[in-house]
Each structure stands twice: as C-alpha cells, then as structure tokens.
C-alpha cells in the first residue's frame, strides 16, 4: 500500500466534493483496508498531508486541490497612513481597504475607503488625532452617517474598535486582516456599507474560497465572536 494508492481511492470516491472531512477520510480507508487501526489511518493521512497529496482547509477539514495563502499587500496610500498614526497607537494597530476586496473579488469598485481598528480604549483619541488629515475621517459611522455623510465621499478612513482574537495577518511593519477576518468582516459591514457601493458578497466569498486557502474552522470560531457562525456556515455551505 502506497500513499499515492490512498489517494487515488480517496479520489475517486469523493470526486463531487471539494472538502471531506476526517471522518469521512477514516470511513472510506477504513471500508477499503479493515486491518487498518485507527492510529494508522491517521499516521497515513498526516503522511497524505506531507506528500502534497491532500490540503488541510481547517480542522478535520481537507481538499485535493492546492490553494496559496492569502497574502494581501497595502497600496502605498494605506502604507503612508499607517505610518502616520501609528505613533499614535500603544497598542495594536490594524488597516485593511476596499482594494483588497477588489483584489479578491476581481471587482473594480471605485471607492477607496480604509478601516483602521485599534483598541476601544484607544479610538477616541486616534479620531481626535486625525481630524485635521485631508481624508474624511468617521468614527463608528452608524446608518444615518453612513448614508447621509460616509456615501459622498470616495476616498474616507473608518474607525473601529478592534475585537479580540481577530485573525490577522502581518507583513513586515503592517497588519492586516486575514482572509477568514477578511470574509468576517464583509459580512458585518455587508449591508450598511458594501453592498451600496457595488460589493457582491457571493463573489467575494466564491472567489476566496476559490483562490486561496481559507481555514473554515478558524472562519468560523471568528464569525462566532462576532455572533454570526450560523448565518455564515450556512452561506458557506451553498457555495461549496
């Protein structure tokens, strides 16, 4: 018995399905080598695993198909506003921007807003500290601000408070999301913001599901801090 040979058989057995799971893995092996015990089969897969023979998309979660990490890169407008109020910061500093859901999606939305989060204690003083730069600059817009203010402007910086546990993603001196607070986020913000600006979020999570290698089980233990993992497992699930 070869790992090639697993695989083939995993394969063919779950051809209409890009993930499977850890039970469904032991099940088919255990049905097609009964003598295999229980700690060999998960000896083989962690060996399917080292081969590049199966991905791991989460926890008990695998494909057949490699995906690249995802590994945004600021523009040079964000790189100079990050640079400009992180003095200000103590703590955590974290931006992303609508050209990274352009980048995702394959999308050409014109606005160019960036969302800055930093601690709840610290929100405050950053949005005094910012109000004399020349890009507007809101605090936790609720929707009337949104709609009547935020919408008018085509370049803007939002100010959240950070939650924690986010997943993040850090390059060099800058942190961002990643794709699974990435996904989180486009759902939070879905209606109120992204939606009327042109973002489609079946898109959006078509194309990074598709294109990178998204941690469901990280995904959703994010979506639950943020009391939405129903709602998006269930939106995943029709997608897959």
């Not at 399905?17 to 032991?26: D, R």
């Not at 949104?146 to 100010?159: F, G, K, P, S, V």
């Amino acid at each position: 018995m070869i790992n090639i040979e697993l695989a083939s058989i995993l394969r063919e057995h779950f051809a209409n399905q890009s993930i499977i799971t850890t039970k469904e893995i032991t099940e088919v092996l255990t049905s097609a080598y009964p003598e295999l015990s229980p700690s060999t089969i998960a000896w083989r897969l962690s060996q399917l695993k080292k081969d590049n023979l199966i991905y791991q998309s989460g926890r008990g979660l695998y494909s057949f198909e490699f995906k690249p990490e995802y590994k945004p890169e600021f523009s040079l407008k964000s790189k100079r506003l990050y640079n400009r109020i992180g003095p200000f910061c103590k703590k955590e500093l974290v931006m992303w921007e609508t050209q990274m859901l352009n980048d995702v999606a394959g999308s050409a939305v014109e606005r160019y807003w960036i969302f800055v989060s930093v601690s709840k204690e610290e929100v405050d003083s950053l949005f005094d500290n910012m109000l004399d730069f020349s890009k507007q600059t809101f605090l936790q817009p609720d929707n009337d601000t949104i709609n009547r203010y935020l919408m008018a402007h085509n370049e803007a910086i939002i100010i959240t408070p950070l939650i924690s546990e986010t997943p993040l993603y850090t390059a060099g001196e800058y942190t961002t999301l990643s794709i699974e607070a990435l996904l989180v986020n486009v759902w939070m913000k879905y209606e109120s913001l992204l939606q009327p600006i042109g973002f489609d979020i079946k898109v959006l999570y078509q194309q990074a599901l598709k294109k990178y290698n998204v941690n469901q089980s990280k995904l959703l233990r994010y979506a639950a801090r943020r009391d939405k993992r129903k709602e998006i497992n269930e939106f995943i699930k029709t997608l897959l």
